[in-house]
């Protein structure tokens, strides 16, 4: 970590403890027990000044004990792997206490950087810069479903550099406990079913808001053309959960949009091998099909 940087930012972690501590190997149970790793930083771009400054503020759960065979490191390696970016995306074997002041000491330094050379360009009127010149950066971690041998996880990481708004990503994965592999759409579904796929989160979105046909979609500033299946879904108990940033399929002011489709309605199309089957079927009559 560079010295500059050390002496304007500090770094405050704490843990809270959360979740289950269940070991029980039951589907319906959760598998991981977390707490989770926090912190929060200041770093003012003249030390001198009260403006500007930036502020950055993570929060990831962490795993902490599983039931079973679960590999602990390597489910904190697929988080790290979702938190990941710019400069340290190549970097291998990162834990969670290793990757936020790596996480954090980029920030800075691209602020730093991005801040001077705006504020090179107002060496008379310094002070108009400093109102748009503040930034913060929030990074949130946690499980979205935690049974049947599978964890799901969102990353939500709120942007603000300046102008009228944050611009907010989340990103979703789910992780095979049974595998350590994350699931991809072709882990459920194949290749060629994917268009009606396609179909039937089009027709969640016209059930979700109350409409009679697609086209109706467009009352709501939805284009159809641009809903498709992607790969940022997770699962739950309920079904598979397509999650869409704004802009995405939307304009900004439709916030991030949920598609929640019922396992019953893809049933039929998902890969017979698929291990998403176990969760699909559980309660199912066994002579039902």
Not at 5 to 19: E, M
Not at 28 to 40: L, M, R, Y
Not at 160 to 174: L, N, R, W
Not at 179 to 201: A, G, R, S
């Amino acid at each position: 970590m560079k010295v500059q940087s050390l002496l304007f930012f500090a770094i405050l972690t704490s843990l809270l403890a959360f979740g289950c501590n269940n070991k029980t190997s039951r589907p319906e149970e959760n598998s991981v027990s977390f707490d989770t790793v926090s912190v929060d930083t200041v770093c003012r771009l003249n030390p001198d000044q009260q403006q500007p400054v930036c502020h950055l503020h993570i929060c990831l759960a962490r795993p902490v004990e599983a039931h079973g065979e679960v590999n602990i490191p390597a489910i904190e390696a697929f988080i790290v792997n979702m938190v990941k970016q710019g400069a340290f995306a190549s970097a291998a074997d990162l834990r969670l206490e290793k990757l936020i002041p790596l996480y954090t000491d980029n920030y800075i330094e691209q602020y730093r950087k991005e801040g001077n050379d705006l504020l090179a360009n107002y060496t008379e009127q310094p002070q108009e810069a400093y109102k748009w010149l503040s930034f913060e950066e929030r990074v949130e971690g946690k499980p979205l479903f935690n049974q049947f041998d599978f964890l799901s996880y969102q990353i939500v990481t709120g942007t603000y550099t300046g102008g009228a708004h944050e611009e907010t990503m989340t990103k979703v994965s789910v992780l095979d406990l049974k595998t350590l592999f994350p699931l991809t759409l072709l882990d459920l579904f194949d290749l060629d079913v994917l268009p009606m796929v396609n179909e039937i989160i089009q027709q969640q979105l016209v059930k979700d808001y109350g409409c009679k046909t697609i086209e109706e979609l467009g009352n709501y500033f939805l284009d159809p053309a641009t809903i498709v299946a992607t790969e940022n879904f997770f699962i739950d108990q309920r079904g598979i959960i397509w999650m869409y940033d704004p802009y995405e399929i939307a304009p900004f002011a439709m916030g991030t949009i949920r598609v929640s489709v019922p396992w019953t309605d893809v049933r039929s199309l998902l890969l017979p091998d698929s291990p998403v089957i176990r969760i699909a079927d559980f309660g199912k009559p066994q002579n039902q099909d």
